[in-house]
């Protein structure tokens, strides 16, 4: 027993055993993520070969403007958790507490703007079922199109709002002074789940907007 | 312990990196790049973009670059099953109508 920092566990030698444990283990579930978001990201190749004009054409009816600012919303989130995981491993309590609400209210951002997009498609009939309505050839398939987009931004913006959770919850106890530079390794795991949130955008981003636009 | 706190400039600098990225994809959106049908050079260059943007997230917001090997191998591991799982799937996709189909057995 090197130190005595009362957050670490019996099993594990000091804390830094426990960090590294601690982020191993998620990289571990953050590779079950990879497998998730990959699937989807595979069956969205797959259709877009075999139907590239009605994907272009439903990609054509995003709003570049709107995924644009969000996605320059995540990455200024992603910066923000960055701080505040450097505030908690500097013990600056007031930094750390700044930084982790400004990650929520960027969070937040990115999930009212996405609620402003979504609204769009539903006044717009674009949304899959019986009220879709495109004009032109591709219809049929470019309800397909908007089946993965409205599944694939859907169950990442459903990470979003389970990472603003766990960012209230980290918060609450950042406020409490539950993390020093001795033990910050909550504040360093939830980190590494808000920046793999922001990485799948990355590569959402481009696919759905851009991507399709041209195929 | 952990990880070195890494400079508060560095992260800035990232930051500003990855909105220059993200300007530089939206941007040729706009230009057909060439690539046939499919406009593979679009496609290429975006997902090119995108790889880059992730690693820098990836190395320098996630700490992989101030990991030890063991995490490095997981993240390794993950990227490596993504690849397993998307350029199978395509190699069977992209290929298909390069050889004449093959005629049925005739009886």
Redesign the interface.
Known sequence: MSDHIPQVAHQFE???QQ??TA??GM??F??TE??FF??L??GF??YI??H?QAFAEGSRHLD?TLG?IN??VL??S??T???AV?SA??GNRNGQMLFLVLTILLGLAFLGIKGVEYAHKFEQHLVPGPQFRLEGPHAQSAQLFFSFYFAMTGVHALHMVIGVGLLAWLLVNAWRGRYTP?Y?TPV?VC??YW??V??VW??L???L???A??? | MTHPTVPLRLYVGIFVGLILLTGLTVGIAFFDLGGGRLHAVNAIAAITIAITKALLVVLYFMHIRYSNRLTWVFAGAGVFWLLILIVLTLADYLSRGWLPLPRPWSS
């Open positions: 000091d804390a830094t960090y590294e982020t191993l990289w571990a953050l590779i990879i497998m990959g699937g990201f595979a190749f797959v070969l075999a590239a570049l644009t996605t320059v990455l200024g992603s910066l958790m960055a701080l450097r491993q500097e001795a910050f360093e980190g590494l920046h793999f922001d990485v990355i590569f981003f481009p696919t907007y851009l991507v636009r041209h195929a």
